[in-house]
């Protein structure tokens, strides 16, 4: 074995140390220096200026979760759509095609989505 070749072993190895511990050092820094004081008025939750009454573990109609899927999808949609219009010239009436495709399913998951009602608030 190469040093090369090894070398380019420590340096993945290395990056993935590296990836495991930028994002654990802060939890751990946070933990250590984060001052240690609850109280009942610092344990209650908080929102929008308003203190909170009743149950916080209400049942929301499944609607409310379908339409926020539906609006992700088209929201990736975009990540998609966007990078295919500024290289369309380049790439060629393949892409062309494969971007219709593209659409055409998605434009099918609308209509499906807009025949269950998923769309409609009630």
């Known amino acids: 074995m190469n040093s090369e070749y090894a070398s380019q072993y420590a340096f993945v190895g290395l990056f993935a140390l590296v990836a ?6 802060p939890l751990v820094l946070a933990k250590l220096v984060a001052p240690k004081k609850p109280s009942r008025i610092k344990q209650a939750a908080y929102e929008c200026g308003i203190e909170s009454t009743g149950d916080p573990w209400i049942q929301f109609r499944v609607q409310y979760y ?57």
């Open 20 to 25: 495991i511990i930028f994002p654990i050092l």
């Open 66 to 122: 379908l339409y926020a899927l539906v609006f992700v999808i088209f929201d990736v949609e975009v990540l998609f759509v966007y990078p295919w219009a500024v290289q369309f010239r380049a790439l060629g009436p393949a892409a062309l095609v494969e971007m219709a495709i593209f659409l055409g399913i998605l434009g099918v998951g609308l209509a499906y989505a807009w025949l269950k009602g998923v769309l409609e608030w009630r």
